[in-house]
C-alpha cells in the first residue's frame, strides 16, 4: 500500500523530444505528489509537485498530470535538452500515518540524445 | 544561502569497523530527515527529526544504527558494526516544518563496506 511503482527504468530521448515517465500508487490517502531530479554525485532536488485537486500542472518545460481515478501520476518533459539528462523520481505521502513522510519510485534514469 | 552540509562524501571502511556521518542542515530548518539510497533505487526514510526529538524512526535497523540531534540543529547518523550491505548513499534533508514543505537534500556520503 505504501508503493510508488515507476516506469520506465531508464529512457532515451532526441533533443526536442518529449520524456514522459509514469508512476502508479495504491494508498488512495496520498494526497501530495512530487517529483525530484538527481544529477550524479548530487542529492534529489524538488523539481515540480502536484496534489490531487487538479489535473494537471506546468511550470515551464515540466508538466505533470494526475489521473485520481486510475492512481496515476505522469512528468512530461517537453523540448527536452541533453541538460535534462537525470534521473527522477517521483514521490508520494499522505494519510493520517504517512503524512510526513515521502515514499519514492525507483528512478528513471533519463538521458537526451543531442 | 548554504544548503544542507553533509560529511565526509565518501568513506570507505571494513567491516564490522563503527561509521558515523554528520549532517548540518539548512538555516532555519527544524525538521530533519536521514535517508537511504541503494544503487538505482529511490531514497527510503531512515529517521525524522523535529527539533532534537525523532518522530519517526520506524524504518532505523536499531540493533546497529544510532542517531542524533542534540540541539535540534546538527545531526549524526552511527553504524556500528558496518555491514557489507550498509554500502549506500546516506542523504540527508531539511525543511522548515514536515508538512508539505519542500525537503533540501544534502549532496549524500557514499559508504562502500568492504
Known amino acids: 500500500q505504501q508503493q510508488v511503482k515507476q516506469s520506465p527504468q531508464s529512457l532515451i530521448v532526441q533533443k526536442g523530444g518529449i520524456s514522459i515517465i509514469n508512476c502508479a500508487y495504491e494508498?488512495?490517502?496520498?494526497?501530495?505528489f512530487p517529483w525530484y531530479q538527481q544529477f550524479p554525485g548530487k542529492g534529489p532536488a524538488l523539481l515540480i509537485a502536484?496534489?490531487?485537486?487538479?489535473s494537471e500542472k506546468k511550470e515551464g518545460r515540466f508538466t505533470i498530470s494526475f489521473n485520481k481515478s486510475a492512481k496515476q501520476f505522469s512528468l512530461h518533459i517537453m523540448d527536452s535538452q541533453p541538460g535534462d539528462s537525470a534521473t527522477y523520481f517521483c514521490?508520494?505521502?499522505?494519510?493520517?500515518?504517512?503524512?510526513?513522510?515521502?515514499?519514492f519510485g525507483q528512478g528513471t534514469r533519463l538521458t537526451i540524445n543531442p | 544561502e548554504a544548503g544542507v552540509v553533509q560529511s565526509p562524501r565518501y568513506k570507505i571502511i571494513e567491516k564490522k569497523q563503527p561509521v558515523a556521518f554528520w549532517c548540518n542542515p539548512i538555516?532555519?530548518?527544524?525538521?530533519l530527515y536521514w535517508y537511504l539510497q541503494n544503487l538505482g533505487q529511490g531514497p527510503e526514510l531512515l529517521i525524522r527529526?523535529?527539533?532534537?526529538?525523532?518522530?519517526?524512526d520506524s524504518q532505523l535497523p536499531k540493533d546497529r544504527f544510532s542517531a542524533e540531534r542534540l540541539k535540534g540543529v546538527d545531526s549524526t547518523l552511527k553504524i556500528q558494526p558496518a555491514e557489507l550491505g550498509d554500502s549506500a548513499v546516506y542523504l540527508c534533508?531539511?525543511?522548515?516544518?514536515?508538512?508539505?514543505?519542500?525537503?533540501?537534500f544534502g549532496p549524500g556520503t557514499r559508504l562502500t563496506v568492504l
Open positions: 534533508a531539511s525543511s522548515s516544518t514536515s508538512d508539505y514543505n519542500e525537503q533540501f
Open positions: 494508498n488512495t490517502a496520498f494526497d501530495y
Open positions: 502536484i496534489r490531487p485537486d487538479v
Open positions: 514521490a508520494a505521502k499522505g494519510g493520517i500515518q504517512g503524512a510526513q513522510k515521502l515514499v
Open positions: 538555516s532555519g530548518h527544524n525538521t
Open positions: 527529526y523535529e527539533n532534537e526529538e525523532a518522530v519517526d
